[in-house]
T-cell receptor
Framework: GENVEQHPSTLSVQEGDSAVIKCTYS??????FPWYKQELGKRPQLIID?????GEKKDQRIAVTLNKTAKHFSLHITETQPEDSAVYFC????????FGGGTRLMVKP | GAVVSQHPSWVICKSGTSVKIECRSL??????MFWYRQFPKQSLMLMAT?????????EQGVEKDKFLINHASLTLSTLTVTSAHPEDSSFYIC???????????FGDGTRLSIL
């Protein structure tokens, strides 16, 4: 089955700096890669996703890049704000989602 | 947008009790729903895939006799934790796909605490 590794597990940045979270996956059949933001005690919320026919996707301060050859994808958050503080999960899917271990992002004001 | 409703949001009960959690797709039909479990500070682990009108598909290591899943209609799946014990305490989250290439939408989760 699919295996997704996510790094780092914790990330602390200063407000206004950029944050990058990286994931690798094992199953070359995976073709869908979403990113979720989860606040404490709440459900994961989709923030951006990318499919395997695209190398990069951007939505305002958030961007995701995908390297199919290397089987890795990354989340980039620019101009971070304190409200970006949360746990972020990557996932990969050939048919059902397998989640990475999560990254706790802390944005210091 | 697609909404998934999950109830109850919080359950506290005694060891040995059975607990039922409902997952409803409010504005779309879902032939497939997913049940996840999340322990504190850990990731979401898929427990089972719930298929409307047929048996659920359980992930390796998940006891199907302990975690009963029923997907009786296109908008409702239920997870029953039978004879719950303290080690079953966790955050249980369901999700559903509206269809086609749309992403999974998650319910608000149920925090289960077994005393």
């Amino acid at each position: 089955g699919e295996n997704v590794e996510q790094h780092p597990s914790t990330l602390s940045v200063q407000e206004g700096d950029s944050a990058v979270i990286k994931c690798t996956y094992s199953d070359s059949a995976s073709n869908y890669f979403p990113w979720y933001k989860q606040e404490l005690g709440k459900r994961p919320q989709l923030i951006i996703d990318i499919r395997s026919n695209v190398g990069e996707k951007k939505d305002q301060r958030i961007a995701v890049t995908l390297n199919k050859t290397a089987k890795h994808f990354s989340l980039h958050i620019t101009e971070t704000q304190p409200e970006d503080s949360a746990v972020y999960f990557c996932a990969a899917s050939p048919n059902m989602l397998t989640f990475g271990g999560g990254t706790r992002l802390m944005v210091k004001p | 947008g697609a909404v998934v409703s999950q109830h109850p949001s919080w359950v506290i009960c005694k060891s040995g009790t059975s607990v039922k959690i409902e997952c409803r797709s409010l504005d779309f039909q879902a032939t497939t729903m997913f049940w996840y479990r999340q322990f504190p500070k850990q990731s979401l682990m898929l427990m089972a895939t719930s298929n409307e009108g047929s048996k659920a598909t359980y992930e390796q290591g998940v006891e199907k006799d302990k975690f009963l899943i029923n997907h009786a209609s296109l908008t409702l799946s239920t997870l029953t934790v039978t004879s719950a014990h303290p080690e079953d305490s966790s955050f249980y989250i369901c999700s559903a796909i509206p269809g086609g290439d749309q992403p999974q939408h998650f319910g608000d989760g149920t925090r289960l605490s077994i005393l």
